[in-house]
């Protein structure tokens, strides 16, 4: 029914049943568009027409004129191929100012909306006080519904529930909320500016799932391997705005046992965002970790202590660049030859315990992303030899990896490389390696603890294969090397009983593994 007041101010009293309504009557086809016809006013003269108030600002002087109590509700409305149903609006303009007492809807498209509150002060300033709940059985329904079509994820997660407070105005909102999908609860606490460009905001998340396998499975079935165990997922994190449309982030993550923490600047761009983030992550027993994602993992040493790794990530994310000290040997399986002093040479050679494997090797892996990688480290640690300033750039498309730089300092001299890997029924490879002014003496005593020899060595080697197993791959090796040793002496030796040897050395490693053998040879002297 319609009550009018007829006054000063006139005021008027709405209650409306709608009953069932079929909006897809009244809608356009799918995938057509309705036509407009073009502006004809000279561009000119809208310019130069003074600017008039805002649509809220007009908005609000045409609730100014009345006051109003108005309930409506209907039994049905159906709306992309969605029934809505049972749903009640209760709603007052009095003095200019809007309030929402209640909004309810029992099914939206699957889900149970209840709103409560109000929106007071001006249109153009609106304060709100809001209490809000949607409880949905179908994510994918909702998203349908919003004319979106669903994809295969929105389907796996199901149903999800969401419920929060707004208070504030358009200046500042507060926002307290939480919402739970897929076995996963997060929640938003904080304030936000709307009205600012971009928004600014001061927010704590939290999100916590029992178990981020699951949950990986859920989103993206496949992504993790079959064994490998995540373990239950901890996120805190803080988001406030910073300079330059960039977002302070200060984020700590429980996941496998470990902790992962991330603090720096975040800022979204229209091509690629761009990081400056200081990472660290901890965990009180590196096997353990290494076996949550490997379970077969069995390094030579079982109690290699806890885990520390720290890093910068800054860049974009299309050529993001990694800066920090990386371990590697104490990551290697047992068995693996991990070169330190009286051990293994400046390269592996060929050792009788050394036993290739037959087992196919699975390279599908690099077909998971497209990438390209900057990797910067002040120090790679690969047992007694030590990487200093390690640059790295590489690309991983369609399968082929592509290391385009490989420089660093090795033995006071410079390292420089590059390689492939690419997948296919045979895979293939191949290196690139330069070694140049490298110090002789320091090779030597890294690779056997040997100081006998002297020198500057330069080594360049080009190899290729193709195989689909360790073995294969090892067999197919082919390609040419040189190794030249500028101002070389070996202390102490038998030359005669040596010089047999010599003529059998054709790499550069060999004559390092005859160096550590100098001392059993001793005669005394010097031989340049």
Known sequence: GLTLLLRDRPAFGLALDLGKVNLDAYLPPDGTVAKTAPATAPAAASAAAPAGPSAMERVAVALNSFDANVRIGFDEITVRKTTIIGGQIEAKIQNGALSVSKLAIADLGGAKVTLSGSLAGAVSDPNTKLQFEVDAKSVARLARLAGLEPNEMLQRVGGARLSGSIFGDLSALTIDATANAAGASASVKGVVQPLALPPNVDLALKLQHPSMDKLAATLSPGAVPDGMVLGSLALAASVISAADGAY????????????????????????????????????????????????????????????????????????????????????????????????????????????????????????????????????????????????????????????????????????????????????????????????????????????????????????????????????????????????????????????????????????????QRVPEQSGGGMTV
């Open 248 to 515: 302070g982030l200060d984020a700590t993550m429980d996941l496998g046992g470990g902790q992962l923490g991330l603090k720096g600047t975040v800022a979204p761009g229209p091509d690629s965002t761009r990081l400056a983030l200081d990472t660290r992550y901890a965990h009180p027993d590196v096997v353990a970790l290494i076996r949550s994602l490997s379970p077969d993992y069995n390094p030579t040493k079982r109690d290699l202590g806890p885990a520390t790794m720290q890093s910068r990530l800054e860049g974009s994310t299309e050529s993001l660049k990694i800066n920090g000290t990386i371990a590697v040997d104490p990551w290697l399986p047992k068995g693996s030859a991990a070169p330190a002093a009286g051990v293994a040479p400046v390269v592996p050679v060929k050792s009788s315990s050394r036993t290739w494997s037959r087992e196919s090797i699975d390279t599908s892996g690099l077909l998971a992303i497209d990438a390209d990688i900057a990797l910067k480290a002040e120090q790679v640690l690969y047992g007694a030899y030590k990487l200093d300033k390690l640059d790295l750039a590489a690309a991983l498309d369609n399968g082929a990896l592509t290391v385009s730089r490989l420089s660093s300092g090795l033995f006071g001299g410079t390292l420089h490389g590059a390689g492939s890997l690419t997948h296919a029924t045979t895979p293939t490879a191949g290196l690139t390696l330069s070694i140049k002014n490298a110090d002789v003496r320091q090779a030597a005593i890294s690779a056997s603890g040997a100081a006998q020899v002297t020198g500057t060595l330069d080594y360049e080697t080009t190899l290729s294969t193709a195989g689909r197993s360790e073995y294969a791959l090892v067999s197919g090796l082919q390609g040419a090397g040189s190794i030249a040793v500028k101002d070389g002496t070996v202390e102490g030796f038998d030359l005669p009983a040596v010089s047999a040897q010599l003529k059998q050395l054709d790499r550069s490693v060999d004559f390092l593994v005859l160096a």
